[in-house]
């Protein structure tokens, strides 16, 4: 069941949490990602965030294996190709629409190599010095076995750096923070033509509503990420309420097995 939503943090407002008849509770990711750069690139509190990733780069060794797990469109990868040149970087994204588009963005770089398939069925251990996770942990199944997925993948002593969603995706709010922006910034034309253009990300992030409010995507205080990243084997340098508060940031380093 999803926990609720830590004091202060976000809450959705007044909404029909059934799904649509025959409908399933759960994103249509190839959908999302057509519309997912686009509006990406408008969004203050998404660029903050990959802000923040490229300067944790520069504050690290760079990396000799880099995997970015759950990459979607290649934000995260793009950035580390920028950033780690010499890097060895695995994208592993089981949607077909979301990894098409990331091989188009990335085409030009032949360091990167992608895995098309569910985390769990990643065939390696013990060889990252860097994992990414982004927004994706949450709609993976069982949580706490992906985190001990994600810990087999590094080395001891491997960087793991951690977004994920935590609270309810306020549609109505997000809605309104987005347009105020986008209307500060390209005026009332602009904003209602960038909205229709990326209107799909509304419809997906309701389905992720569903998702959360059913139990199928993961939900999580602070405190409860928290816990289940440490008990993963991991040792957490640094957390953050990120996104707003709708997620946290958790960097990290793998802890030697027992």
Known sequence: MPSQARAGAPAPLSFDWSAPAGQTARADWSAYA???DMLSE???AYQVLLQDFETFLGTIETPRVIYDVGGGTGNYTEVATRVCPG???RVVEPDAGMMGLAQAKLSA???VTYFNRALEDVDASGTADLVICVHALYAMPRQEERLGDLRRLLRPGGWLYLIDLGRYMNVAEWRSYLFSHLKREHGLAGALRI???GREIGKQNKSILHAQVSGVYWTHTEAEIASSVTAAGFKILRQDSV???YSDLLVCRA???A
């Open 87 to 89: 890097s060895e970087i």
């Open 42 to 44: 408008y969004n203050p």
């Open 243 to 245: 996104y707003r508060g």
């Open 195 to 197: 909205f229709w253009q």
């Open 109 to 111: 770089h032949g360091n």
């Open 255 to 257: 802890m030697r097995h």
């Open 34 to 36: 057509k519309a997912y």
